[in-house]
Each structure stands twice: as structure tokens, then as C-alpha cells.
């Protein structure tokens, strides 16, 4: 007898509950490191993902959310002088969001924070791909 979609298996119940406590485990941990540099953990969040210049679509992307929500953080970000938007390279209809050197050194610092006792810290690094892999095969893209 197969399961139907409708009707999950323990494990895959078991699994959504595990998922579901690590990613609120990740968001707590993201919480208190971010307020620790007077940072929300959207800020946080947009800082982590910001790895170079980028458009504000694909650091909403990045951040999971709407175009506008990342608007709105990367507006209080720029009011902060951690982020500017610059013309894009080769768009002359896009921005680029750049770091500015305290938003480069305010990521690292932050970067330091998210690292110590992270949730995935008892985790090797060999784990952690392994984990990663997994996930990126079970995560719909749209």
C-alpha cells in the first residue's frame, strides 16, 4: 500500500517538525545576535545575505520575501548608512545595493555573531553539505 499525498508518512511529519524547529532555532539565534548590533533580524538577514552588489530583487530573493518588504529594510539600511543604491552596471532601470565600508564591517562583525553557537554548530562541515544538499533537492524553486 502506497501513501497518497494526502496522507504523509510519520517520518515526513516528523521530518516538517524537525525542519520547522530548526529554522525557528535559526531565527531566534538570527533575533538576538541582530539586536546585539541594533540590528532587526530583517536587517540581519539582508546584511548576511548581501555577498556583493546586487539588485533588490535578487536580495528579496535571497531573503525569501517580497520585493517591497526588502525595500522597506534596505531603506532603514541606507537611512543607517550601511547600504547605498547605485546605478547598475549594465540596467540603466536597476540599482544596485552596495555595501558601504561600516555596512562591510558591520556584516562581518555580524557574520562573527551567527557563526558562534549556531543552531548547525554540532554539525560537521561535512554534515552541514550533506544537510544542504538534501535540503536543496526537497525545496521547490518557483
Known amino acids: 500500500m502506497t501513501n497518497s499525498p494526502q496522507q504523509p508518512t510519520v517520518a515526513e511529519r516528523e521530518l516538517c517538525g524537525l525542519v520547522n524547529g530548526l529554522a525557528q532555532q535559526i531565527a531566534d539565534h538570527v533575533r ?3 539586536a546585539a548590533l541594533g540590528l532587526t ?6 546584511l548576511r545575505e548581501m555577498t556583493g552588489p546586487m539588485t533588490m530583487r535578487e536580495l528579496a530573493d535571497r531573503m525569501s520575501c517580497e520585493p517591497s518588504n526588502a525595500t522597506f529594510v534596505v531603506d532603514r539600511l ?3 548608512g550601511l547600504v547605498e543604491r547605485r546605478a547598475h552596471p549594465t540596467d540603466r ?3 544596485h545595493l552596495v555595501l558601504t565600508a561600516e ?9 562573527e555573531l551567527l557563526a ?3 543552531p548547525l554548530a554540532g554539525l560537521t562541515g561535512e554534515q552541514q553539505t550533506q544537510l544542504q544538499q538534501l535540503l536543496q533537492q526537497a525545496v521547490v524553486r518557483r
Not at 41 to 46: H, S
Open 103 to 111: 555596512g562591510r564591517a558591520l556584516r562581518a562583525r555580524l557574520l
Open 93 to 95: 532601470r536597476a540599482r
Open 78 to 80: 541606507e537611512k543607517q
Open 32 to 34: 538576538v545576535r541582530a
Open 116 to 118: 558562534q553557537d549556531s
Open 41 to 46: 533580524a530583517p536587517q540581519a538577514t539582508a
